[in-house]
């Protein structure tokens, strides 16, 4: 279970750390967009569109990565107060209760719209944008797809901590 574990959290790590680099086009090609519209007046809705498009394909990439290493959004009020099993038993419920049929539900309700897309390979709604939103359209499952792998390797870490014997005393850091 360690090993399985392992093999999730690294590939998660692994496609965070490919993602982050985009960063760096990202900011190529804003910083030319905005060159190219201010000092020469030209606008080239394809780049706009593809800037964006990467901006979303990055935080998809990260999401994964982010619940890896603990980079989401909590609620600190109680959480750092507690033991490391009281802990594990939070994680292992906000996975099973919260995560994953948020995770459903947004599979599910994406069906439809995405399928739609694909059918008609929709393009960008912008005149001269890109020609593929439908593949963009489709990072939806991939974001899915990632917390759905951190999740799990989140819920058997909790239970391998739940199961745990061993609890550290009041106020030790878990």
């Known amino acids: 279970m360690i090993t399985f574990r392992a093999w999730l959290d690294a590939l ?9 680099l985009s960063m760096l086009l990202i900011l190529a090609i804003a910083f030319t967009v905005v060159v190219l519209r201010y000092l020469f007046g030209i ?6 569109d593809s800037y964006v498009w990467l901006t979303s394909l990055f935080f998809i990439g990260l999401s994964g990565s982010a619940l890896l290493h603990d980079r989401h959004v909590r609620v600190e009020l109680f959480y750092s107060r507690m033991r ?15 995560l994953w049929p948020t995770l459903l539900v947004i599979t599910l ?3 439809k719209p995405i399928s739609r897309s694909w059918q008609f ?11 593929f939103a439908y593949v963009h359209k489709s990072l939806i499952y991939v974001f ?8 799990l390797s989140l819920l058997l870490s909790s239970l391998a901590a739940l199961l745990d014997s ?3 005393a009041a106020g030790a850091q878990p």
Not at 43 to 48: A, E, K, N, T, V
Not at 84 to 95: D, E, F, I, S, Y
Not at 121 to 131: F, I, M, R, V
Not at 144 to 151: D, T
């Open 12 to 20: 998660n790590e692994r496609i965070g750390r490919l993602v982050s």
């Open 43 to 48: 606008g080239l809705i394809w780049l706009q």
């Open 84 to 98: 490391r099993r009281r802990q594990a038993l939070v994680n292992a419920l906000g996975v099973v209760l919260l």
């Open 109 to 111: 309700t994406s069906i």
């Open 121 to 131: 390979l929709e393009a960008s709604p912008n005149t001269g944008g890109l020609p």
């Open 144 to 151: 899915c797809a990632l917390l759905f792998i951190q999740g």
């Open 166 to 168: 061993r609890e550290p």
